[in-house]
């Protein structure tokens, strides 16, 4: 059993190097990433300033540490390479129909935002500024199991963008335009 996991992991992370490769070797698609990566970054940042009454950059700043600006920029980059990712999937289909490309690529950018947004929970006041409308028990909840909710969030990402990768590859039998 733990050698099919390990033939199943090694073969999840070819997927995705191979992919990163693309993504990597084309200066428009990397220029691209970087981009995005400065704007998740920058709305990551920003998201407690703008919800958190009373807030401003400068606060938020000094309020966030080390561990936090690694994980905003750790969130920020995995979002980015699965943005990036769709935008070479959708230029290499664009010559096909385009319908259900469109569906499972906006899919993966929906996963990604959603996981990007969960992983504020890092953040207590985040949560509640954030998470507020879901009631003071979530809030509670999402504090006390903030780290589990991050490694969740992290985890789906790479899976979007294994996923991502796959289709990238043209190995996804599911995602072909028939």
């Known amino acids: 059993m733990a050698a099919k996991t390990n033939i199943t992991m090694n073969k999840a ?12 070797g084309d200066r428009k698609l990397l220029i691209l990433l970087m981009i995005f990566s400065i704007i998740f970054f920058v709305v990551l940042f920003y998201i407690p300033v703008k919800t958190i009454p009373g807030n401003n950059p400068k606060l938020q700043a000094k ?5 936090d600006y690694t994980l905003i ?9 699965i943005l990036t990712m769709q935008v070479a999937i959708f230029r290499q289909r664009r010559t096909a129909l385009v319908g259900s490309s469109t569906a499972v690529g906006s899919l993966g950018i ?10 504020t929970a890092t953040c207590g006041l985040c949560v509640s500024a954030v998470f507020g409308f879901l009631g ?22 790479l899976i979007s963008i294994y996923t991502s990768s796959r289709r990238l590859n043209h190995e996804c039998e599911e995602c072909r335009i028939k």
């Not at 992370?13 to 990597?24: E, V």
């Not at 309020?63 to 561990?67: R, T």
Request: charged letters at 5%.
């Open 13 to 24: 992370i070819s997927q995705i190097t191979r992919a990163l490769k693309i993504i990597l």
């Open 63 to 67: 309020i966030f540490g080390f561990q």
């Open 73 to 81: 920029a750790l969130l920020a980059l995995l979002s980015s390479v």
């Open 110 to 119: 929906i996963s990604s935002f959603v996981s990007s947004m969960f992983a």
């Open 136 to 157: 003071a028990n979530t809030i509670f909840f999402l504090v006390n199991k903030r780290w589990l909710v991050v490694i969740g969030s992290l985890g789906l990402l």
